[in-house]
């Protein structure tokens, strides 16, 4: 059995996919996925009609059908994700997957710098009230690691250079449907998290757990 969050969602997703006779379940704190596929056609179904309810023409006549509308905590979700996309949030994304080195001489010069970044993120992508202590000891193990702070940022031009390049696995086939069971645990300060229904494309989900504080 797997868990990941994060980069983690994508090796658990890799695992599933190349192994799944070992792959018995995953679970992950990271509800990421795709809009289901047409392949699946009830599930997609389901998906525009929801998808329409938050339109303005059709989401007064659809709001009176609970299983066709999202909850209050989905279209929290839903906005948060798409701001995360389109705004400034994701600039260190696009920054990190093209010149990575350009921010690891940063990195690796400066404690002070590397603490600006990992605190804002820290305060930007969390509910949680972060002591000075943990906040240290964070830094800490980036800034006194074997390989460097600076090695933390090559994962992300690797991994999206590998997503695209027709390697094990391709982008798209992370939100194809696998073998073994889904466990999901939802947490509202996630920075990303998609709808429950889309998560069902991805395969047989027995495990969902909403939580009030936390991500």
């Known amino acids: 059995m797997t868990q990941g969050g994060d ?7 890799t695992i599933a996919h190349l192994y799944p006779a070992s792959a018995r379940a995953m679970h992950t704190n990271f509800p990421l996925s795709a809009f289901p596929s047409a392949f699946s056609p009830i599930l997609f179904l389901r998906s525009v009609l929801k998808f329409a309810s938050i339109l303005p023409v059709v989401g007064p006549i ?3 059908v609970p299983f066709l509308t999202y909850s209050p905590a989905e279209l929290t979700a839903l906005e948060r994700a798409k701001s995360w996309a389109e705004g400034p949030g994701r600039a260190y994304w696009i920054l990190f997957g093209t010149k990575p080195q350009t ?8 404690p002070a710098g590397l603490l600006g970044f ?3 993120k ?3 992508w969390s ?3 972060w002591s000075d202590e943990e906040i240290l000891t964070w830094v800490s193990i980036y800034w006194f690691s074997t390989p460097g702070a600076d090695a933390s940022v090559w ?14 696995l391709t982008s798209a086939q992370f939100f194809t449907r696998s073998e073994g069971k889904i466990g999901v645990s939802c947490w509202p300060g996630e920075i990303l998290r998609m709808p429950r229904l889309w998560l069902q494309g991805l395969g047989d989900v027995v495990f969902w757990r909403e939580h009030e504080r936390g991500g």
């Open 118 to 120: 990992l605190w804002e």
């Open 122 to 124: 820290m305060k930007d």
């Open 62 to 64: 659809l709001k009176f």
């Open 7 to 13: 980069w983690g969602y994508f090796i658990t997703r």
């Open 103 to 110: 921010i690891a001489y940063s990195f690796a010069d400066s």
């Open 155 to 168: 994962i992300y031009k690797e991994g999206i250079k590998g997503m695209g390049a027709g390697e094990q």
């Open 127 to 129: 509910q949680y009230d």
